[in-house]
């Protein structure tokens, strides 16, 4: 395998590990660990709709991934209050979505 693309995948599991896997008793405790198969989303680590929003600009400018067909409330919900339900549900978002756009230079999932 190309070392830049390791070098990539390293990287952005750094990133995500180091911004949102948070300690298990806020201090102190071990970390979650983060794969390419760690979801983002409600049924992982979870990523609040603001830090997603910071998180993914970052990813989209640090790794030069076009932002063409990107949609984050794809993946996040807002959640104001009384703002409805996401129509369609909400999909998946793993580490291993923004390795390979990454690699790709431009975002490849609907």
């Known amino acids: 395998m190309d070392i830049f693309l390791m070098s990539i995948e390293k990287e952005i599991i750094d990133y995500i590990f180091e911004q949102h896997s948070p300690r298990k008793y806020y201090l102190f405790g ?19 709709w603001e830090d997603a929003e910071d998180t993914l600009d ?10 063409e067909g ?7 919900d807002p959640a104001f209050l009384g703002s409805p339900e996401p129509d369609p549900p909400l999909k998946p978002l793993y580490v291993w979505m923004l390795v390979e756009s990454a690699k790709a230079g431009r975002w490849l999932y609907d």
Not at 58 to 67: E, I, S
Not at 70 to 76: A, K, P
């Open 30 to 48: 071990s970390r979650p660990t983060i794969t390419l198969d760690t979801e983002l989303t409600e049924a992982g680590i979870d990523i609040l």
């Open 70 to 76: 990107f949609d984050i409330t794809r993946y996040f």
């Open 58 to 67: 970052y990813y989209f400018k640090h790794w030069k991934v076009k932002l």
